[in-house]
């Protein structure tokens, strides 16, 4: 009962790290999408240093979100292994209780065999997390090199998701000024 308990808690805390992240990554995208707006317009009204600041803020929101990305799938194949290890630890006991009823049953047993079978689950297990440990070594690598790129967005990127946000802004304005000037060419008549 204590270890349902238990059990339950730490999957309560891993869905609110999970829902926290996922929180911060729709943030994070929200304030992408403002700094871009906000670059369109300094673009537009040619304030070169806001434009910049703009610009520098969409880098750094760039790079944060691939850091909380990585969190994320740190924290989902963290509890996935768990999840497997618990898993593992329920089949080795499940093991034990059946060779001991067989036992039981038939009154005699090969050993040899059960112990042969049991020892194959441990080595499988043992791989498993061998991999598992590996992989957890090789995303901590991933993750330091994305904490330390600098380079995870250049300006060109940059300038056209701002080239984009400024055609959806300033498009409409364009289109009615050409409707106005095809309107005054014709005579008045459109």
């Known amino acids: 009962m204590i270890g349902d308990k238990k059990r339950i808690q730490e999957q309560m805390l891993i869905n609110q790290a999970i829902s926290s992240i996922k929180i911060q990554l729709n943030d994070l995208e929200n304030s992408r999408k403002k700094y871009i707006e906000a670059a369109a317009i300094a673009k537009a009204d040619g304030i070169a240093s806001q434009y910049n600041l703009a610009k520098n803020a969409i880098r750094v929101v760039i790079e944060q979100k691939a850091i909380v990305n990585q969190m994320l ?18 089949f080795a006991d499940g093991m034990k209780i059946l060779s001991g009823a067989i036992t039981e049953t038939n009154g005699s047993m090969n050993f040899e065999k059960a112990t042969d079978r049991i020892n194959k689950a441990m080595v499988s297990t043992q791989i498993k997390q061998a991999e598992a440990d590996a992989f957890m070594e090789a995303t901590e690598a991933g993750f330091a090199s994305i904490a330390y790129n600098t380079n995870s967005a250049s300006g060109d990127d940059i300038d056209n998701m701002i080239n984009e946000q400024s055609k959806v802004d300033f498009g409409e304005v364009d289109d009615e000024i050409a409707a106005l000037e095809k309107k005054l060419k014709s005579g008045g008549k459109a």
């Open 73 to 90: 799938l740190n924290l989902q194949m963290s509890a996935q292994i768990k999840d497997v290890s618990e898993m593992t630890k329920s």
